[in-house]
């Protein structure tokens, strides 16, 4: 399990002190909605270089607070990376339409949003939503899914807890890491 105030510290220390004190203290006020945006916003302001992992690790803490995959995805993307390997990746293909539970053995209600890779074995963290009548796929993801990707098969399927609870799921199934 990971502390929520371990992340927000370790974020907020991506920042300048200045900006790093307001994140802070969104986050001590119960107001981490804003607290997200102004991370993402003096991100890229500042034009502080992130790792893959810390991308990936935002996105979760947006999706926690509601504010994923919008409105924090497309202004994550624009972070500049800094250029060093990572164990895991964001999955931005947002063109690609929504896999079929079924391709992997899960129920025909389901629909995957594959979203984190882990660049050591392949394998990925899936959203799986439901169908809303209207058409468009439900806000929350209804469970996570680790995907073996070379074989098409969905090895864990987590139907409770957190994003953070899915992310560990994916790196202790990785055979390949140190």
């Known amino acids: 399990m990971t502390s929520e105030a371990a992340v927000w510290h370790r974020l907020a220390a991506l920042l ?3 900006d790093a004190q307001e994140v802070l203290e969104f986050w001590g006020i119960g107001e981490q909605e804003g607290g997200l945006e102004l991370l993402v916003s003096a991100l890229l302001k500042h034009q502080v270089a992130i790792d893959e992992t810390t991308r990936a690790e ?4 947006a999706e926690a607070w509601g504010m994923w995959p919008l409105p924090l995805g497309p202004l994550l ?3 500049p990376g800094n250029g060093t390997a990572s164990a895991l990746q964001l999955i931005e293909d947002t063109a ?4 079929p539970g079924t391709t992997v053995g899960l129920p025909d209600h389901l629909f995957l949003i594959p979203w984190i890779s882990c660049t050591a074995c392949g394998r990925a963290l899936a959203r799986a939503h439901t169908r809303e009548p ?7 993801p209804e469970q996570y899914v680790i ?3 070379d074989q098409g098969v969905a090895l ?9 609870d899915a992310l ?3 790196r202790t199934s990785c055979e390949r890491q140190p």
């Open 156 to 164: 864990q399927v987590l139907t409770q807890g957190s994003g953070w």
């Open 16 to 18: 300048p002190p200045e």
């Open 96 to 99: 690609r339409s929504p896999l």
């Open 77 to 79: 993307s624009q972070c």
């Open 58 to 61: 935002i996105a979760i803490v």
């Open 147 to 149: 995907l073996d990707t």
């Open 168 to 170: 560990m799921a994916l």
């Open 134 to 140: 209207w058409g468009d796929l439900s806000y929350t």
